[in-house]
Structures are given as C-alpha cells and as structure tokens.
C-alpha cells in the first residue's frame, strides 16, 4: 500500500529503534512527531505521524522502523499493520498526539511539550484552526491556507470551505447589527486616490481586495475584511442597490456575474474622479430622499489635489458636499511622481534588435541596461 502520510501505532517495549534517528536517517519522511503515550488506560504506546509528500509503500516504511516480527507459531510478519492510513487530516492526526481533538478531551491531556517534531508543531496545530473561522480569517485567507495543505487533504478541505463559507454568506443576511465605515476618496486621475485608498487599509491591519471592473465590481470578492471599488462611477449600480451595499446596519447580498455574494467586511473605500453632489443626478428630484440616505452613507470624505489631501471625517451633508472642516495634508505621490526613476534606453534596444533606417550601427548590451534599472 502506497500512502503520502501515515501513522505508526506502537507499544514502547517493542519498538527497537530510535525513533528521531530513523526519521533523519530517511530523506523520503519530510515531516514527523510523535509521543509517547504513558498515562493512558493502554500498556505505553507511541503515536508516530509521518507526511512524506509522494506517495511511499508502507512495507518499507515498516522496515525502517523494524516493525517485522515472528509470531508464536514461528510465522515471520513484516509489521506493515501497525502502518496505518490517516482517518482525517493531518492536523486531526497532530491533534491526536496530544488528545487535542473534541472527542478526546475526556482523554489524559498530554503536554505539547511532550511531542518531538521536525516542524513548528503548535504553529501547524493553531493553522488549522482557521478552516470556517469567518470572525478571524477572510474566505481569501482561508483559501490560501488550505492550499497550503498537502495535496491529499487540499480537495476535501476546499469542499468543507465551500460549504461553510456559503452556509456563513446566508446567515449573514439575517445581520442586524453591521458597523460599516464608507470612505469616499475623489480627485482627478493620477493624484494618488488607490495609492492612499491601500494605505488606509494596510494602516488599519484589514485584507482587502480591489474591484477588478465597473461591470462586476464585486467579482473578486472573497469574504476579505474591506474592499476598493476603483474607479467607481454611479452607472456602476442603481442607487437602491447601492444603498444596500452601504447600509451600515444591515448586510445583503450583492449581485456579481457567477453569483451573489455577501459583502461581511468592516471599510468600503470608493475612489472616483467625480464628485458625489454630481451622482445620480437623474434623481435630484423624484428620490431626493434616497440620494440624503446616500449622502449619510459616507463616513469619511477625501478630496485630493496634486499636492494636498483634505480629510473631512463628518462625512457629507444633504447638498452632496463635505461636512464640517477639513483637515489639510501633504499629497506625498506628487514628490513621488517627480522623483527622477532609471529609464531604459529604448533607442539603444531597437537599435540593437532592428537596422536603422540610415544603416548606422548603434552598440547595445540590454544585460547592463538591466543592472542600471537593478
């Protein structure tokens, strides 16, 4: 039987080797920990967990812990039962050394200090307790984590957090009590509106990601903390589901190209470079009432210039406008953009790769050119 991971039951007395020499010994294993369990009900056993990443026939495994034995008939036997496929995950089985799991907490619970491994063992331990945790983790984290996984475990955890994940978007609807904060960020193209908009955000220790398109603004969503719809306009969405995307004390869904999804953040940020006095106009007259609701969305209006970020933390007014006094700061993307960069030398490369027009030669060496730029 071939396996990629596996654990080897024992009782003490009987097993001849040395369990942390053998496993240094075989490059094959990549990860191991084991303990030893002497405060059980049982005679004193180790549990021994081996991840070798492709799969490795377990009668060699057996030989290389000597697990071979003869019985009292003078039957030799090559010890491979004690070899045994993982039920679970791999973390379950690294749980099981300590009697982590739910169903062994009536268990002696053994100290981690007692398992020997070649890995960061609590830190694997605490890892996989990310899986459906929606409070700590975004689905994008969640995700990342589990492709870490080893490919055995990646497809059925993949599954497990499909599912939670769906389950976790229904009942977010059901929401009450959402505390969203709305920064709207406008200013002209180029004035560093994104630039600031991550910034934000980084400050604030949120994962985010940024809308990928005016047409499916919330395609990429995945469960993330905040999100930058760039570049919005209000063609982008009708005011009413607008509204319900920015409603500070309800969630609701969103309507997105492969499905509707849930927005569960805590910081929408939108960079526009129109004004918001000057969206939905259409409505100034017959939804008045719905464009203040709009207004009152906002938590936080940013105007930016090419040199100055005015911050106006009370919001907008019912005339569309900012609210109160702004703060004025220093608009650092301007000394950015005027920074002197390393430029390639493009007339050098076509010359090098093309014949001039007038037949010159033009000497050209793009590795040095690339160590400039380096």
Known sequence: MHLRQCEIVQDADKLKVDIQKTCME??????????????DD????????????????TVNVAKWFELGYKDDEGVEHTGEQFVERLKGRWTDLLMYLTHGNDSQKSK???????????????????????LGDFEHYSYAQQLMYVNSLPVAEKTASYSKLRKLWELYCQVLT??????????FICGRGGTGKTYYAKKLLDSLGYDYCISSSSNDPFQDYMGQKAI???????????????????????????KSRFSNKVFNGEMIVITSSVPLVYWYKEHQYDRFDNLIQLFRRISCYVVMTDEEITVYSDGVG????????????????????????AKLDYHSIFGKICTNADGGDCPFDATEQLKILM
Do not use: C
């Not at 049982?42 to 991840?51: D, E």
């Not at 019912?318 to 960069?341: R, T």
């Open 174 to 183: 059901l929401n009450s009590d959402r505390h969203l904060q709305v920064v």
């Open 318 to 341: 019912e005339n569309g406008h900012p609210a109160g006094v702004g703060v004025v700061y220093k608009n650092e993307v301007y000394g950015l953009k005027h920074e002197k960069k």
């Open 26 to 39: 075989h490059k094959t294993i990549k990860k191991w920990a084991y303990i030893l369990h002497d405060k």
């Open 108 to 130: 002696h619970q053994y100290s981690e200090d007692e398992v020997v491994a070649n890995f960061d063992f609590m830190t694997e331990i605490e890892s996989s307790k990310i």
């Open 228 to 254: 930058i719809l760039d570049d919005l306009r209000d063609r982008s969405f009708d005011l009413d589901d607008l509204l319900k995307i920015l409603d500070n004390d309800t969630s609701s869904s969103v």
């Open 42 to 57: 049982t005679r004193p056993h180790y549990h021994i967990a081996l991840y070798f990443g492709v799969g490795v026939d």
